[in-house]
């Protein structure tokens, strides 16, 4: 599987509008055929900083990257956002998330 994680700080004014700016890309590429997850969540120490976390199957990257719905984002998400991303991109023997051993509910 390959695992990204994607830091993006939004622009302050823009920061509680972010789900909505980025909805339609979140929705396509869930939709993609080889999307494991695509999820986000906001930091809770800077309401400006979103985490993306997102899983593909191995041979479903290009075809994320090359889609219309990334395009249209990589053009319109510089306009939100106040930094450059930051990315963490790698390829994992796995493919979903897996149980936590050391932490069970009671």
Not at 24 to 47: L, Y
Not at 77 to 94: D, F, G, M, R, S
């Amino acid at each position: 599987m390959i695992f990204i994680v994607v830091k993006f700080t939004v622009r302050p004014e823009l920061a509680d509008s972010w789900p909505d700016i980025v909805a339609d890309f979140t929705t396509s590429t869930r939709a993609e055929a080889g999307n494991v997850f695509f999820d986000w969540s906001r930091s809770v120490e800077d309401p400006t900083v979103y985490v993306l976390t997102e899983g593909f199957q191995d041979d479903a990257a290009e075809a994320h990257v090359t889609s219309a719905h990334f395009k249209t984002a990589m053009a319109e998400l510089p306009k939100a956002i106040a930094t450059t991303p930051q990315i963490i991109n790698v390829t994992i023997p796995q493919a979903g998330w897996s149980e936590m051993a050391e932490l069970k509910p009671v």
